[in-house]
């Protein structure tokens, strides 16, 4: 009897230091049901994309309903996931936030996430989350004015807020850093794929020779850019295997970084009141070389400074 | 402002116009054959993003543009034949089964998009045909004479449409079966054949209008038409159900809609007003289209489904 006690004491002594010693590293994910919701396809190698590649990384299987441009198709999805029980829903998208509000206080049990947004609208169970865009902007900003040989860099962008607007100001004032005449056109549309189209057909008529953008649409100015060798910055994931041969590097959002942390107080009994940023300091933007360009490694030097100055803070994007 | 009457402002704007006005001349060409006929199909974006989805993976899987165009002829063809059966043989409501048809063709897109490709991936376009002797041509050749060779097919379908509906036994029929069924009726002129033939040339045409948009952007996206079907829809009614007014409504479509791009782009329209401008392509539609309105009226026939005798 005294034997078996000892041997139990043991095994719940070497349990408790195993527990102790993995906690802070990695979150235990088996069981953990994660939904996710998302205006554009879940391959669009952009916003959508971003989130269900981060859940993918923290080893979830995620059940997805994307393509819900269409806000009340969102709610319905929210309030069903919410219903079925999924331990974190995420509703990835700023317009969904007033869905949100009505949604989130029927399920006091289930946690949300919301994104990009830096509001939890004072809730018990809503997480926020964005992304500080602006930065990886600013970096690519950068490198663009060095690269420029006319002189003239162009931003497609979608509509004129949130993480768009974010990254869009960034690369701008880090072009204009490097004195680069660096515009933005906003389509007014996140899916018009025509629309970015002729708009960075509008650049290129005007000897622009670097092009970014931001959205879902913008593939349809990356093949414009590829057609007339413009070279392209992308953002939100990488979009080197839209065009090779022209994009020179991509911001590219790790959401697990933060994923990994509402998880963790998800299952210690947290279900939100907290806002979280990605950023490059916490790595969860990530600058992306495409690795067949020919980028010199004094370019990749002032990425690198403006990386480091944005972290220490001596660099402002705004 | 002066940077807006410059030769390269110009000629991008004017070649964007008619680049971006194509797909929308040829989906509402088709339209226009169908509602000459009396039957509204709504569904014409449904079936430009099935037959730009098609188009699109064929070249993606072939290479060649001009399979994947008559991959989005065959979806449209398909498509027209069950709008048809809808529209003319069941007698379905044509508003609703058209919305029908839109959100099938919205939702199989997609899923069809999401299980065969995953993410998206660039594809050969059109090749581009420079006019011997007019591409050269200062200003001109860049704006009209060097584009793809599916715009210059697109602008040839116009005056064959006004032919095949004005000059032909067939169009006469059109026009008979779309003012006055019982009288085309009564004179030995199928009614339902005729609606089933403009209802699939309308689904062809969609189709096509999907592949070229499609392939000429060289990508597939979710929605890739924006709603460019329904637009397309409002053209009809803009052009007063004639080939030469749907074209002078689509190009002042795509027009004004690279000039809005062009003035973005040349900070003209600030950032805080590009939404708004974003609009002024349509708001500029539905004021011609109120102002044709009260000069032209619609076929007497149309979304009046026809039962012998009735």
Not at chain 1, 157 to 176: H, M, Q, S, T
Not at chain 2, 28 to 49: A, H, K, P, W, Y
Not at chain 2, 99 to 106: E, R
């Amino acid at each position: 009897m005294r034997k078996t006690f000892i041997w139990v004491a043991l095994f719940a002594a070497f349990a408790l230091i195993a527990a102790a010693c993995g906690g802070d590293d990695e979150v235990d994910v088996s069981d953990f049901r994660v939904a996710i919701v998302a205006p554009s396809a879940s391959n669009d190698l952009a916003f959508t994309q971003s989130i269900v590649d981060a859940v993918d990384a923290l080893g979830i299987d995620p059940a997805v309903t994307d393509g819900t441009f269409v806000v009340e198709d969102a709610a319905a999805a929210i309030r069903g996931y919410a219903e079925e029980g999924y331990d974190l829903v995420i509703a990835h998208g700023s317009q969904y936030g007033g869905s949100l509000v009505e949604i989130a206080p029927d399920f006091p049990e289930v946690s949300f996430a919301w994104g990009t947004a830096a509001d939890t609208f004072g809730l018990d169970n809503v997480y926020s989350y964005e992304a500080a865009s602006d930065e990886g902007g600013y970096v690519m900003g950068v490198m663009a004015a060095e690269l420029t040989e006319t002189g003239n860099i162009g931003v497609v962008g979608p509509i004129e807020v949130g993480d768009a607007k974010l990254y869009v100001d960034g690369f701008l004032n880090g072009a204009r850093s490097g004195g680069a005449n660096a515009t933005a056109a906003y389509t007014g549309s996140f899916s018009d794929v025509a629309a970015a189209s002729e708009t960075a057909q509008a650049f290129a008529s005007q000897d622009v020779d670097v092009l970014s953008g931001t959205a879902q649409m913008v593939v349809g100015a990356v093949g414009v850019a590829n057609d007339v060798g413009i070279l392209w910055f992308g953002t939100q994931a990488n979009q080197t295997e839209l065009a090779p041969d022209i994009v020179v590097a991509s911001q590219v959002y790790h959401w697990e970084v933060i994923l990994e942390d509402i998880i963790q107080n998800v299952q210690d009994g947290q279900l939100g009141g907290e806002v979280y940023v990605i950023t490059l300091e916490n790595e969860g933007l990530v600058i992306e070389y495409n690795e067949d360009f020919d980028l010199s490694d004094d370019i990749k030097d002032k990425a690198e400074e403006a990386i480091e100055g944005i972290k220490d803070g001596s660099i402002s994007t705004g | 402002m002066s940077e807006l009457f410059t030769q390269a402002a110009i000629v991008a704007v004017v070649a964007g116009g008619i680049r971006l006005a194509v797909p929308l001349l040829v989906a509402s060409l088709g339209e226009t054959f169908g509602q000459r006929s009396g039957v509204l199909n709504l569904g014409v974006d449904g079936i430009m993003l099935l037959g730009a989805f098609g188009g699109y993976y064929a070249v993606l899987q072939s290479g060649s543009p001009w399979l994947g165009l008559l991959v989005g002829i065959g979806i449209g063809f398909i498509m027209g034949l069950v709008s048809a059966l809808m529209a003319v043989t069941l007698k379905a409501e044509q508003g609703i089964s058209g919305i029908g048809v839109y959100l099938f063709g919205l939702g199989f897109s997609d899923l069809l998009f999401q299980k065969w490709v995953g993410t998206p991936r660039p594809i050969p376009k059109f090749p581009k045909l420079d006019i011997p002797g007019l591409s050269d041509i200062p200003w001109l050749g860049e704006m009209f004479f060097q584009h793809s060779v599916v715009i210059y097919l697109a602008f040839a379908a116009i005056p064959l449409s006004m032919w095949i509906i004005n000059k032909t036994t067939f169009g006469m029929n059109i026009r008979a079966v779309g003012e006055n069924p019982e009288a085309a009726d009564s004179l030995g002129v199928s009614v339902s054949r005729v609606r089933w033939s403009t209802v699939t040339i309308g689904g062809t045409l969609a189709g096509i209008a999907g592949a070229i948009l499609a392939i000429d952007l060289g990508i597939f996206q979710q929605n890739i038409t924006n709603a460019q079907g329904f637009i397309a829809i409002a053209l009809v009614y803009f052009g007063a159900w004639r080939p030469l007014g749907i074209m002078l409504g689509a190009l002042l479509y795509g027009l004004v809609n690279a000039l809005v791009l062009q003035m973005k782009v040349l900070e003209i329209i600030p950032p805080d007003w590009s939404d708004i401008a974003a609009m002024t392509p349509a708001i500029i539609t539905i004021l011609a289209l109120v102002v044709v309105a009260t000069r032209f009226s619609p076929p007497s026939a149309l979304t009046k489904p026809f039962t012998r005798g009735a």
